[in-house]
């Protein structure tokens, strides 16, 4: 049998109760994501950490641009420092809200 990509991603929503959340709200909401993630990288990012601009672009999924928020961090604390870093990722991670199982979002503040 063979899946395609939209199917299983429909699939595997469905069993973590997403369901509701047609393909384009979902890409939309994934887009919003990476571009805020990006934005927060700045002029000095991109050019001092173009690894993690690259693997933000082009996460293939949303639990990829969960992941990343680790690396993102790291870049905004050695920019702007440890508390302003957080209060960043802080504001990314609030978008994740009801793209995600509750198992991978448990230990999340907001």
């Given at each position: 049998?063979?899946?395609?990509?939209?199917?299983?991603?429909?699939?595997?929503?469905?069993?973590?109760?997403?369901?509701?959340?047609?393909?384009?709200?979902?890409?939309?909401?994934?887009?919003?994501?990476?571009?805020?993630?990006?934005?927060?990288?700045?002029?000095?990012?991109?050019?001092?950490?173009p690894?993690?601009?690259?693997?933000?672009?082009?996460?293939?999924?949303?639990?990829?641009?969960?992941?990343?928020?680790?690396?993102?961090?790291?870049?905004?604390?050695?920019?702007?420092?440890?508390?302003?870093?957080?209060?960043?990722?802080?504001?990314?991670?609030?978008?994740?809200?009801?793209?995600?199982?509750?198992a991978?979002?448990?230990?999340?503040?907001?």
């Open positions: 049998m063979r899946w395609s990509k939209q199917s299983l991603r429909n699939s595997l929503y469905g069993l973590l109760g997403h369901g509701q959340l047609s393909d384009t709200t979902l890409d939309s909401r994934i887009e919003d994501i990476r571009e805020s993630m990006l934005d927060l990288l700045g002029t000095s990012g991109p050019r001092d950490f690894q993690v601009t690259r693997r933000i672009r082009y996460a293939g999924d949303v639990q990829a641009l969960w992941y990343l928020r680790g690396d993102l961090m790291a870049v905004l604390a050695s920019l702007h420092g440890e508390a302003q870093a957080r209060l960043h990722v802080q504001s990314v991670t609030d978008m994740f809200r009801g793209l995600l199982p509750k991978l979002t448990a230990g999340a503040r907001g």
